[in-house]
């Protein structure tokens, strides 16, 4: 069973970047997709992007171009590279154990705490 832990997040100013981290545990972390999702105050979480086992990504239209996922399976460890924030960027995000199904995702493990993205305008 692969754990997954966020990092990364923090105050930045609007037009600022951040890359936050999702590190795994166990044997089996190349093998399996993982997304990134986000909640904001008051809002559903939704996801943000994702990478599946063989590094094919997919992206929510609000990041498109500037928010880029990749993997590097040595370290058991999925990026999210976040640049020209906004504002509205400003949120908790999580990453989790995902598989992709066309415009979604399955998960079917439990969240963790997340990391805190707040964009300053």
């Known amino acids: 069973q692969v754990q997954l832990v966020e990092s990364g997040g923090g105050l930045v100013q609007a037009g600022g970047s951040l890359r936050l981290s999702c590190v795994g545990s166990?044997?089996?972390?190349?093998?399996?997709?993982i997304g990134w999702y986000r909640q904001a105050p008051g809002k559903q979480r939704e996801l943000v992007a994702h990478?599946?086992?063989?590094?094919?990504?997919n992206y929510a239209d609000s990041v498109k171009g500037r928010f880029t996922i990749s993997r590097d399976n040595a370290k058991n460890t999925v990026y999210l590279q976040m640049n020209s924030l906004k504002p509205e960027d400003t949120a908790v995000y999580y990453c989790?154990?995902?598989?992709?199904?066309?415009?979604?995702?399955?998960?079917?493990?439990?969240w963790g705490q997340g990391t805190q993205v707040t964009v300053s305008s």
């Open positions: 990478i599946s086992s063989g590094s094919n990504t």
């Open positions: 166990g044997s089996t972390f190349s093998i399996i997709g």
């Open positions: 989790n154990k995902a598989t992709w199904i066309g415009r979604t995702t399955i998960i079917t493990s439990a």
